[in-house]
């Protein structure tokens, strides 16, 4: 339906916006024309061949009267006009290339006088005889002379001595009424207005305006905006000073004749393009131009002129392929487009739409034969000006959209104009029905249709106005007789009979369907629905029982229908219910990989008890089937029915010591009996106490079955009443109930702890873990001792365990500082081993204990000595053997002839000292034997040489 209005109301605007036909028939460019009596109609018997400028007039009937291109004049015949002398009219002082050449007023109280305005331009085509710009000339010519018209005055100069320097620009539009006509022009930074009246042409004093913007150039279109308050001009710069010319915009007073401001600058070349065409809106509510961007774009900008920064509403409407070319609005309300070399014109069609919903048609009237070029003809302004109709009751404008009237109202429709003298002809679709300057029209007296006055004017003008509005009646919305809507007063004074009403509860009841629909309450004394309740929490201003008024609005039509609702208050009070006790939830619920709980401080309550326990102590009084129990968290929430507590009840969680309100009403009514109040209590999850760290268990090495050690795992809640079930690995440890688990085995122990709350049907469980791993003291397997190598330092022990513990090692130390941790668990090597009895400690970190192994010898044969008396190696001897390990030493040294030197046979013997039978022997090599007998018996024997060094 919407979309079918949109429809109508497009159709119909494009007719309804002219209140002359003056502006019907047009001819431009080369040899193309069209005629707006009715559908438009392609004419091809034009005469006009013109690059830019032309203007053509019809009576106030619509027919052809002459056109021009401010050259030659042709009649309505397609002949060239002659001078009352008898010379053909071809030598006008416009140009072929001025963009505004010529242009056609008729005189406002003469219908037989018109007059051409012609401006030149400085181009002088080869042999063509014009005069370098003439300037700015009018003709006067009289359409009751001749065959067709005469021109019986002219040219008179407009230009104040200023023909070379004027521009290419004229436009025209009505004064302060029809007796009135401004023409204006511009040269440089001069408006030049010519006021014309019964009198004529006021030649000799122009109104001058000056203007803060200079013209850069002197091509370009100028118009004044239909109701005569604005000015748009044209400066279109090309080739090295593209970047200069603009768009700018202007008040205008058509009862002075004055340019009131400095000009407003809409545009940027740089960005936008250059200007050339302009043309205003038959509402004179947008303003278009169309901008050239070298070398062949074609682009249409709108303004909104309503708007407070106009610079800021300039939209794109379209961009295409072209050169520059004319904006003219028609006289079917569309503007049209000129871009030269075409054999159509494209059109704006409902140009005083926002630019989002504007239709440009590129290819919208089909020109037959005929090209079009950079001009199209311009006309009074005021032509498209529209007679406006007016609902008589508001003042509001009718005339401008598709109205929609609202089925069982009246309505008084007037136009804006209101002679005394005129004479007023009503009719709807074609049908006349009324002669009175009010019409007055409902749904049964004419109802739906297209509404025209055509207005007969008695006055000195002697013109036809019309004005055409299409009327829709639309049906009011449905509203549903409803119960008063009772409310329970339990706030802090129940007998006041004030409450809050949340009166958008109301709506589903009221209306069937609620889309595209607005809902709305008023006092009933809110005659003009000025002061719209807040419905969403309305406290009534009458003790008890009030009455409201409820609007119910279409949305699209703006068609509403009223009625009353009743409000009552009803003096409850507030009741009081049990409290419910909830355990807290776990935070770790939905976690498989959990190993403990926590609580959340919060949980959930199942309404639907609480709802059966109320029925169950009310008697019989309530029941499911006759009443709503409906849960909330606060008074207001109650009062308003807003935020209710809904299933799934998992979805609300409460802390301790919350509220919670329960209203009770009639089933599927607005009629509170009672609210009653009750408190939610959180009661916290048993947590036990647990290790995730780990608890050691000791065991022997090797273990030994069965296993005779524990470890007590304490889990304790600090509640006595608790009870408890320990898991090991997953799997339930049969009767183990109590806070302690003696645990014998690795493994993962969970113990839940379970209590029982007096007014909690489940028992409230939470759970942790505890990890037990064994560990156990090391047992020694090996020790591998290498001693006598070339540098005592060189020694080394590698000793290796066995054991599930994590072990470190102490060479002949079991103080804890003195272990090491290695990179292998049950073997280290130790270097570095100092000559003698050694041995290693090897501790279980996890604390199962540290074992010791038995001395290990290491010696060490000396490769050298030094007898110098500094302390060190002052003797060759065997080192580490003077300790109980070994009991016999018989070591013999040779010269290296193998003569017996010396003999050591006692372990603690100081060493040879390199001296024999008295005399010290040289630096040399010597031999040695040596025998080395443990306490166990095992012999070790070691031959070689070392030597005696003299320093």
């Given amino acids: 339906m919407v979309k079918q209005l949109l429809f109508v109301f497009l159709c119909i605007t494009s007719l309804s916006i002219y209140s002359q036909k003056e502006a019907n028939v047009w001819y431009f460019g080369n040899n193309a024309g069209i005629d707006f009596n009715g559908t438009p109609i392609t004419l091809t018997n034009g005469a006009l061949n013109t690059e830019e400028g032309c203007s053509t007039i019809s009576d106030e009937d619509g027919n052809l009267l002459f056109y021009s291109d401010g050259i030659k004049v042709w009649t309505k015949n397609h002949e060239l006009m002659r001078y009352s002398n008898g010379q053909l ?56 002379q001749g065959n067709g018209g005469e021109i019986i005055a002219g040219p008179m100069s407009l230009s104040n001595n200023r023909n070379w320097e004027w521009s290419e620009k004229v436009t025209a539009v009505q004064g302060k009424d029809c007796t009135e006509i401004w023409v204006l022009s511009i040269v440089e930074d001069s408006f030049y207005a010519y006021k014309i009246d019964q009198n004529g042409v006021d030649h000799l004093n122009p109104v001058i305006s000056k203007s803060s913007y200079i013209l850069q150039d002197k091509r370009g279109y100028l118009k004044v905006s239909p109701d005569g308050t604005k000015v748009a001009l044209a400066d279109f710069t090309a080739g090295q000073n593209t970047g200069n010319g603009r768009l700018v915009l202007y008040d205008f007073d058509n009862v002075t004749g004055k340019i009131t401001s400095s000009g407003e600058i809409l545009t940027t070349p740089s960005i936008d393009g250059v200007p050339y065409g302009v043309e205003f809106s038959p509402q004179s509510s947008k303003l278009y131009a169309s901008l050239f961007i070298p070398p062949s774009t074609f682009s249409i900008f709108q303004f909104d002129l309503l708007d407070r920064d106009v610079t800021q509403t300039k939209a794109l409407i379209w961009r295409g392929s072209g050169y520059r070319g004319a904006l003219q609005l028609a006289s079917d309300g569309k503007i049209y487009s000129s871009i030269p070399d075409k054999s159509y014109l494209g059109a704006i ?126 049906p009011k919305p449905t509203i549903n007789t409803i119960q008063p809507y009772i409310q329970c007063d339990f706030d802090s004074n129940p007998y006041d009979g004030f409450a809050t009403f949340n009166l958008e509860l109301l709506e589903t009841s009221l209306v069937y369907d609620s889309s595209n629909i607005s809902i709305d309450f008023f006092e009933t004394s809110d005659s003009n629905f000025s002061r719209p309740l807040n419905k969403n929490n309305y406290t009534n201003s009458v003790a008890t029982n009030h009455s409201i008024t409820v609007k119910v609005t279409n949305n699209t039509t703006n068609c509403y229908q009223t009625q009353v609702i009743d409000l ?48 169950n102590s009310s008697g ?72 995730l760290n780990g608890e050691i268990l000791c065991v022997d090495n090797p273990r030994r079955t069965p296993q005779p050690h524990s470890i007590a795992l304490n889990a304790d809640t600090g509640n006595t009443t608790d009870t408890y079930k320990w898991y090991l690995n997953g799997n339930l440890i049969l009767n183990e109930t109590s806070a302690i688990y003696n645990a014998n085995s690795a493994g993962e122990y969970k113990v839940e702890a379970y209590r029982k709350y007096p007014k909690i049907n489940t028992p409230s469980m939470g759970y942790n873990t505890f990890f037990v791993k064994e560990s156990n003291q090391a047992l020694i397997v090996n020790i591998k001792s290498v001693d006598d190598q070339d540098n005592p330092d060189s020694n080394k022990i590698e000793i290796t365990v ?112 390199g001296v024999y039978n008295g005399t010290t022997l040289p630096t040399n090599d010597y031999w040695y034997n040596a025998e080395l007998i443990d306490k166990k018996g095992k012999i070790r024997k070691k031959t070689g040489h070392f030597s005696l060094l003299r320093k």
């Avoid at 002082?93 to 007059?115: F, T």
């Avoid at 508001?394 to 069982?408: R, Y």
């Avoid at 969680?653 to 609210?675: P, W």
Wanted: aromatic share 12%; glycine share 8%; with cysteine.
């Fill in 802 to 913: 066995d054991g599930v513990g994590d072990y470190e090692y102490a060479l002949n130390s079991t103080n804890f500082g003195d272990f090491i941790k290695g990179d292998e668990n049950l073997t280290y090597t130790f270097t570095n081993i100092p000559p003698g009895l050694n041995f290693i400690s090897v501790r279980d970190r996890n604390g199962c204990g540290i074992v010791s192994s038995n001395q290990i010898s290491t010696i060490y044969f000396q490769r050298h000595f030094t007898p110098n008396g500094d302390g060190h190696f002052d003797t060759w001897k065997v080192l580490g053997v003077n300790n109980d390990y070994y009991d016999i030493l018989k070591v013999q040294i040779f010269n290296r002839y193998g003569k017996l030197i010396s003999e050591i046979t006692d372990k603690n013997h100081s060493g040879w000292d």
């Fill in 349 to 474: 069609e409902n140009p005083d739409e926002s630019a989002k919903n504007i239709t440009y048609k590129p290819v919208a009237i089909d020109l037959g034969r005929g090209r079009t070029n950079q001009g199209l003809p311009p006309f009074i302004q005021s032509f498209f000006a529209p007679v406006k109709l007016l609902n008589a009751d508001s003042n509001a404008v009718l005339s401008n959209t598709n109205q929609v009237f609202c089925i069982g109202d009246s309505y008084e429709i007037v136009p804006e104009i209101n002679n005394p003298s005129d004479s007023y002809t009503w009719s709807k679709d074609g049908t006349v029905i009324a002669s009175t300057r009010t019409l007055t029209v409902d749904n049964a007296n004419f109802g739906s249709g297209l509404y025209e006055v055509k207005i007969e004017s008695n006055s000195y003008c002697k013109k036809t106005y019309t004005g055409k509005v299409q009327v829709t009646f639309e």
């Fill in 568 to 615: 009552q208050v009803n003096p409850t009070g507030l009741n009081f219910y049990s409290d419910e006790h909830i355990s807290e939830l776990d935070q770790n619920a939905s976690n498989t990989d959990a190993k403990f709980s926590i609580g959340t401080g919060n949980g959930f309550f199942d309404f639907s008890v609480k709802t059966q326990q109320i029925i």
């Fill in 89 to 144: 009219a071809n030598n006008l002082q416009g140009n072929p290339s001025s963009s505004q050449s010529g242009l056609i007023v008729p005189a406002p109280e003469n219908k037989n006088i018109y007059y051409i305005f012609t401006v030149g331009t400085d181009y002088i085509p080869n042999n063509s005889g014009y005069p370098r710009n003439p300037g700015f000339n009018f003709y006067t010519i009289d359409v009751s």
């Fill in 620 to 691: 019989g009084a309530l029941s499911q089937t006759t009443h709503d129990f409906q849960y909330y968290r606060t008074a207001e929430d109650a009062s308003l029915q807003i935020n209710q507590i809904l299933p799934p009840y998992e979805d609300d969680l409460f802390t301790n010591n919350s509220d919670v309100y329960v209203r009770i009403s009639n089933k599927g009514a607005t009629s509170c009996e009672t609210v009653g109040n009750f408190k939610i209590l959180v009661k916290k999850l048993p947590i036990p106490q647990g290790n």
